[in-house]
Nanobody
Framework: QVQLVESGGGLVQPGGSLRLSCAAS????????IGWFRQAPGKEREGVSC????????YYADSVKGRFTIYRDNAKNMVYLQMNSLKPEDTAVYYC???????????????WGQGTQVTVSS
């Protein structure tokens, strides 16, 4: 069955880095765009970044541009989100999801992972 499993979250100090991983199984990863979304307590879900199926196109929310990098290794069925210069406002549960469309809008994403907690605090 289709599965997306996130890992790599944790507690990090402001200014630190984390790399999130999204392991895909049960489908052909290189046919799908992958998006990273996050949701903080009491806030709406936010689209953070997405990458096209081929990896040729990427998108970043203004809030993370210049600090986060999304990339993928289709041969390993993995997608990554490298997060640098982390800020307390990056604290959230981070989810990866798949879509046939390259978009940050959440509705085309049909399968989601269970999420991984990222906490940025001193």
């Amino acid at each position: 069955q289709v599965q997306l499993v996130e890992s790599g979250g944790g507690l990090v100090q402001p200014g630190g880095s984390l790399r999130l991983s999204c392991a895909a199984s049960g489908f052909t990863l290189d046919s799908f765009a992958i998006g990273w979304f996050r949701q903080a307590p009491g806030k709406e879900r936010e689209g953070v970044s997405c990458i096209a199926a081929s990896g040729g196109n990427t998108y970043y929310a203004d809030s993370v541009k210049g600090r986060f990098t999304i990339y993928r290794d289709n041969a390993k069925n993995m997608v990554y989100l490298q997060m640098n210069s982390l800020k307390p406002e990056d604290t959230a549960v981070y989810y990866c999801a798949r879509s046939l469309l390259f978009t940050i809008a959440p509705h085309p994403y049909d399968y989601w992972g269970q999420g991984t907690q990222v906490t940025v605090s001193s």
